[in-house]
């Protein structure tokens, strides 16, 4: 079983930028993928360093390509990379003290988390 730390930052930051993509209701396919991570990155992703990367999250079971057209291929999360993303989520709200869940929560502290 592959393991969120098993993936490297760019592998990791790969699977952010197709959730976020696909979220925004967005097609997450190559050049968007790059775009996206380009506005967050300090330097320029590298077109094979990016497909490279992809493929290895294929390979591993955490995306499936999706042909768009013959030029254009778009990329899914998996169960299995969908369920690694929600298993660090949920790592990051419980070491920030915050609830998991996508539902709004009721604070009794106004909101603020203090």
């Known amino acids: 079983m592959t393991t ?25 396919y190559g050049l968007a993928i790059r ?3 380009g506005e967050r990155y300090s330097d320029p992703v590298n077109h094979s360093r990016l497909y490279q990367n992809l493929n290895t999250l294929e390979e591993a079971g955490l995306i499936e390509t999706e042909a768009v057209d013959d030029r ?13 993303i ?8 419980a070491i920030c003290g915050r609830e998991s ?14």
């Open 4 to 28: 969120w730390f098993d993936r490297t930052g760019f592998q990791r930051d790969l699977l952010h930028a197709i959730a976020a993509l696909d979220a925004d209701d967005e097609l997450p």
């Open 72 to 84: 254009t291929n778009a990329y899914r999360l998996t169960d299995a990379g969908r369920g690694a």
């Open 35 to 37: 775009a996206w991570l």
């Open 86 to 93: 929600d298993t660090h989520a949920d790592r990051v709200a």
């Open 101 to 114: 869940s996508a539902e709004p929560q009721a604070r009794a502290d106004g909101g603020d988390g203090r």
